[in-house]
């Protein structure tokens, strides 16, 4: 089977959300046959490193570092136009002619479309079996980042919702089959238009990593957030646990710390330091070993789409995980037995005091975390799911 992949982001290295679950299909695909890749990079470096580390697994790799002259003159023209933001930015003259390129020199059984983004790129080919991943519904995650973005951002990200969303519910409507990875985006889609097959994959978690660490009840009193710190959802949640739940919390627990561990944290959330209280680390060089030195992981994500790749690390080092309600809809878990649901300051400062007073009871929590991620996001069992859509879709099933 021979398969062209294209993505907006080079899925090297795998180290963040849509890069991770774009890398493991790539593996899967990669073993089913040749594999082609044609993607983007943020900048050259990220473009060269993209290059050495797919070069191992596909067997053409044209990465091209976005030109933001000329990504920007593109949203201009497509703000004026009428056309999705997003479309405008992924708009590159030597990603056409790459795509040209290998159309004419290969017959491809399947186009892996990553984010929608990519979707005016499989216009031209003459691919017949078409499978998009959708993975969030960028729409939907514009939308939600809308209501609290300040302005000018939310009406700018507002528009771009109101834009995009007829998009990726038309690439929902002509592709073979459609991927996103929760319910909660199936149902928005469904909700919206008339998908000509939907499936839901969800994002799995290298849990064998984390099974050699000791267990929470062996570490300080310390709740831990671990993401990309300049995401905005990440830093509302953060600045909501230092601010409103960590002081809550020290009154009954008076040595509790908040570590906020992460890449590229944005100013806003370097000023939360405050020595003996807040720490804020910066990027971690080991996930497990960083996730080891807490005893109680709170993700109160109330804004952002899709599974957040952070409770499931969380889950998998076995820490007791507090999460939102909001979060808790993509997980398939038992509340209070899994991990607990928690909303509000007051609600979150309760449970926390309580989880981190309890040393015990993190342990069962986090025992149950941990056996819930190998039942339900293993990777290999998520990758298996791939492997026979792809067989049926390839087949004309």
């Not at 290059?51 to 002259?69: D, I, K, S, T, Y």
């Not at 959802?233 to 230092?242: E, K, T, W």
């Not at 497990?288 to 952002?304: H, I, K, N, Y």
Request: net charge negative; hydrophobic share 45%.
């Amino acid at each position: 089977m021979e398969v062209l992949f294209v993505a907006h982001r080079a899925p090297y290295p795998p180290d963040k959300g849509d890069r991770l679950r774009a890398w493991r299909h790539l593996t899967r695909l990669a073993a089913l046959g040749p594999v082609d890749i044609v993607a983007q990079a943020d900048s050259e470096e990220d473009a060269r490193v993209a290059r050495q580390g797919l070069a191992e697994l596909c067997r053409e790799v044209h990465v091209f570092p976005r030109r933001r002259l000329e990504a920007l003159a593109q949203v201009g023209l497509a703000f004026t136009t009428g056309r999705s933001l997003t479309v405008g930015w992924h708009t590159d003259a030597r990603v056409a002619r790459a795509l040209a390129d290998l159309d004419a020199r290969h017959d491809y059984d399947l186009c892996w479309s990553f984010s929608s983004g990519t979707g005016p790129w499989m216009d031209r080919l003459r691919v017949g079996r078409r499978i998009m991943d959708l993975c969030d519904v960028d729409a939907l995650k514009w939308e939600a980042l809308a209501r609290d973005g300040g302005w000018p951002r939310s009406w700018i990200y507002a528009l771009e919702a109101k834009r995009l969303l007829p998009l990726e519910v038309r690439l929902a409507e002509q592709v073979d089959a459609c991927l996103v990875s929760t319910n909660q985006e199936a149902d928005d889609i469904r909700s919206r238009g008339r998908p000509r097959r939907l499936e839901v994959l969800t994002n799995g978690s290298p849990w064998e990593q984390f099974v050699d660490l000791p267990a929470p009840s062996e570490a300080p009193p310390v709740v831990g957030f671990l993401g990309q710190m300049d995401y905005p959802p990440n830093i509302q949640a953060v600045r909501h646990l230092a601010r409103d739940v960590l002081p809550v919390i020290r009154r009954t627990v008076p040595d509790a710390r908040l570590r906020i561990m992460g890449r590229a944290p944005a100013d806003e959330v370097r000023a939360l330091e405050s020595p003996g209280e807040v720490e804020v680390t910066g990027a971690v060089d080991s996930i497990p070993e960083a996730l080891s030195g807490v005893r109680v992981f709170c993700a109160p994500l109330d804004r952002g789409r899709g599974i957040p790749n952070k409770i499931l690390e969380a889950l998998s080092a076995g820490r007791a995980t507090v999460v939102s309600s909001w979060a808790a809809r993509a997980l398939d878990g038992s509340p209070g037995t899994h991990y607990v649901v928690a909303d509000g300051a007051e609600e979150r400062a309760r449970v926390l005091a309580e989880l981190l007073a309890d040393p015990a009871r993190c342990d069962e929590l986090g025992a149950a975390g941990r056996l819930y991620i190998k039942e339900h996001h293993d990777w290999e069992d998520v990758l298996d799911q791939l492997e026979c859509l792809v067989k049926e879709v390839a087949a004309g099933a």
